[in-house]
């Protein structure tokens, strides 16, 4: 829930077999923004798994870590309203990082 108390977002979890040695896990490629309880956004990680995200800029953008199920992942900052797709970065998370990718830490 944002803290404006209008504003929250779920995650789409699916189940996907990872195999002998993990089984079957929870995963998420996609997440919902609802507002007053209408969905006015689905986010999709695409190929990936989104693993973390977060409100950013006043509730206007929802920024997201994504990745593969190991190795390095990427972060996203996207427009809540638009749907539109602002930054990108790449992990490693450094001091350099975009302030809105430095939050995951």
Do not use: C
Request: charged share 20%; net charge negative; hydrophobic share 45%.
């Amino acid at each position: 829930m944002s803290p404006d108390g209008h504003t929250f977002v779920a995650l789409v979890l699916t189940k996907i077999d990872a195999g002998e040695i993990y089984g079957k896990i929870e995963v998420s490629d996609s997440l919902l923004i609802f507002r007053d309880s209408v969905i006015i956004q689905r986010i999709d990680a695409g190929t990936a798994f989104i693993r973390s995200w977060t409100f950013w800029n006043g509730n206007k953008q929802v920024a997201i870590y994504a990745g593969a199920l190991h190795f390095a992942g990427f972060y996203e900052l996207i427009n809540i309203e638009s749907g539109e797709t602002v930054a990108r970065s790449q992990d490693p998370i450094t001091q350099n990082s975009p302030p809105w990718v430095r939050v995951f830490r």
